[in-house]
């Protein structure tokens, strides 16, 4: 069993930048590629950003790409997701995922709960 729990999610100002942190119960996080997804009011949930295991290799999605940054400390069990240059459209609940395998695992098998990011304006 993996759980996952997200925090650092806030109201902040367009352009204004946000660190998110996603801490992770498991004996080996390193084994567990990560990624953060987000999902908008009336919107389908997108993949925002994945790293590997290592953190050697990441995947943003076209619409965070060179504002975003995802992260992780596997001597912490934690991952992080960098925001700036945030934009109103940035607004939604942001969810850590873990799935097993390097990278682009079959399946996010475990999900955290959510935080909220609300971008003003």
């Known amino acids: 069993q993996v759980r996952l729990a997200e925090s650092g999610g806030r109201l902040v100002q367009i352009g204004g930048s946000l660190r998110l942190s996603c801490e992770a119960s498991?004996?080996?996080?390193?084994?567990?590629?990560m990624a953060w997804f987000r999902q908008a009011p009336g919107k389908e949930r997108d993949h925002v950003a994945s790293?590997?295991?290592?953190?050697?290799?990441?995947y943003y999605a076209e619409s965070v790409k060179g504002r975003f940054t995802i992260s992780r400390d596997n001597t912490k069990n934690m991952v992080f997701l960098q925001m700036n240059s945030l934009k109103p459209e940035d607004t939604a609940v942001y969810y850590c995922?873990?799935?097993?395998?390097?990278?682009?695992?079959?399946?996010?098998?475990?999900w955290g709960q959510g935080t909220q990011v609300t971008v003003s304006s």
């Open positions: 498991v004996r080996t996080f390193s084994n567990y590629a």
């Open positions: 790293i590997s295991v290592t953190g050697a290799d990441t």
């Open positions: 995922a873990a799935g097993q395998g390097a990278f682009f695992p079959y399946e996010y098998e475990y």
